[in-house]
């Protein structure tokens, strides 16, 4: 079993920053890679942001140049900074830990960008 505890989430105004984090615990062993989804309403999920166990990243094109994602493996904890946020940003953030192939989730941080 994996346990993914997600933190950061909350309001913010438009062109504010926040910053997501993601512990992950339990019968973990690398490499795995962990990441970050969002789920707006009406929406399917999709990816923001993944990274590898050697810190390799990849972004959606609607988030790079303002998200930065990063791993702590020492804690097996992946953060993502948040910074000119838009009002389409608004939606539930899940911490993802893919291991062997095996998708793990968080219960989902809701992020709203609003004046």
């Known amino acids: 079993q994996v346990q993914l505890v997600e933190s950061g989430g909350g309001l913010v105004q438009p062109g504010g920053s926040l910053r997501l984090s993601c512990a992950a615990s339990g019968s973990i062993f690398r490499p795995f890679v962990m990441g970050w989804h969002r789920q707006a309403p009406g929406k399917q999920r999709e990816l923001v942001a993944g990274?590898?166990?050697?810190?390799?990243?990849n972004y959606a094109d609607s988030v790079k140049g303002r998200f930065t994602i990063s791993r702590d493996n020492a804690k097996n904890t992946v953060y993502l900074q948040m910074n000119s946020l838009k009002p389409e940003d608004t939606a539930v953030y899940y911490c993802?830990?893919?291991?062997?192939?095996?998708?793990?989730w968080g219960q989902g941080t809701q992020v709203t960008v609003s004046s």
């Open positions: 993802n830990l893919v291991l062997r192939g095996v998708p793990w």
């Open positions: 990274i590898g166990g050697g810190g390799s990243a």
